[in-house]
């Protein structure tokens, strides 16, 4: 495995870029360890009606496309999100995943899949009664992130 760092005055936010080529058990634990450094809780500036909240991205269990906008959820409240997905898949930590088109998950919120074979299987959220689905592309992909973490990979 090569090491680089590049210094780049004027940055506005330090960028940890992995190249590799596959997903494997070293990557992933690499991902997530690289995720936990970062100081502090981070926030994402959502919208309810008129009200802006400054929600912490480990509060958020999804975030799914419903028309033209993005919805955020939480365990009990749903906020509009100004963010496309592709951008949120830049700005997240290594505990997100995209697991359809148009939804994005908290992979330390899932509690359960029920898998369907002939159409998209469903995720279950602990401490909530909201769901997702997983389109048949992203399952396996989804599966073993989750025995990773489980495994403290």
């Not at 070293?26 to 809780?41: D, E, H």
């Not at 496309?65 to 939480?74: D, L």
């Not at 906020?79 to 496309?84: M, P, Q, T, V």
């Not at 992979?107 to 959220?125: C, G, M, Q, W």
Request: proline share 1%.
């Amino acid at each position: 495995m090569k090491v680089k760092i590049e210094i780049e005055e004027g940055l506005e936010e330090e960028e940890v870029v992995i190249r590799c080529g596959g997903l494997s058990d070293s990557v992933i634990s690499l991902q997530n360890y690289i995720s936990k450094q970062s100081s502090g809780k981070r926030y994402l500036a959502l919208t309810n009606g008129e009200t802006e909240y400054y929600v912490p991205l480990e509060d958020i269990y999804f975030f799914e496309t419903e028309g033209r906008e993005i919805r955020a959820h939480t365990a009990d409240q749903l906020f509009i999100c100004g963010y496309r997905l592709y951008e949120l898949e830049e700005l997240l930590p290594g505990s997100f995943m995209r697991i359809s088109k148009s939804t994005i998950v908290n992979l330390d919120h899932i509690y359960s899949i029920t898998r369907n074979l002939t159409a998209s299987s469903e995720v279950k959220f602990s401490g909530s009664n909201k769901k997702a689905l997983v389109s048949r592309n992203y399952y396996k992909a989804l599966v073993e992130r989750l025995n990773a973490k489980k495994l403290g990979l």
